[in-house]
């Protein structure tokens, strides 16, 4: 399996999701869900209820699924500090 490439980071301002890498090839499906689910952390200020309403999961799904991106939430407030998505 290739390396995995860096998307592009998802900012308010420019909410695009690049569902092809810079060779235009699909990006897998767990790169394309980190980078939702970072935004919609963004999105909704880390109210992390309302991040799972809005992406129809529950919160403990969305936990589990943080844990299994690698990502938690002192990521996703680095990321915001950051100006990412």
Same mark, same amino acid.
């Given at each position: 399996?290739?390396?995995?490439r860096?998307?592009?980071?998802?900012?308010?301002?420019?909410?695009?999701l690049?569902?092809?890498?810079?060779h235009?090839?699909?990006?897998?499906?767990?790169?394309?869900?980190?980078?939702?689910?970072?935004?919609?952390?963004?999105? &909704?200020?880390?109210?992390?209820?309302?991040?799972?309403?809005?992406?129809?999961? =529950?919160?403990s799904?969305l &936990?589990?699924?943080?844990?299994?991106? =690698?990502?938690?939430?002192?990521?996703?407030?680095?990321?915001?500090t950051? =100006?990412?998505?």
């Amino acid at each position: 399996m290739p390396a995995a490439r860096e998307a592009a980071p998802l900012t308010m301002s420019s909410p695009s999701l690049a569902l092809t890498d810079s060779h235009g090839n699909v990006r897998p499906l767990e790169d394309i869900e980190r980078d939702v689910i970072r935004f919609a952390i963004a999105h &909704y200020d880390q109210q992390m209820s309302e991040v799972a309403r809005r992406l129809k999961i =529950g919160r403990s799904t969305l &936990y589990r699924k943080l844990e299994g991106l =690698g990502l938690d939430n002192t990521d996703a407030k680095a990321n915001e500090t950051a =100006g990412v998505g």
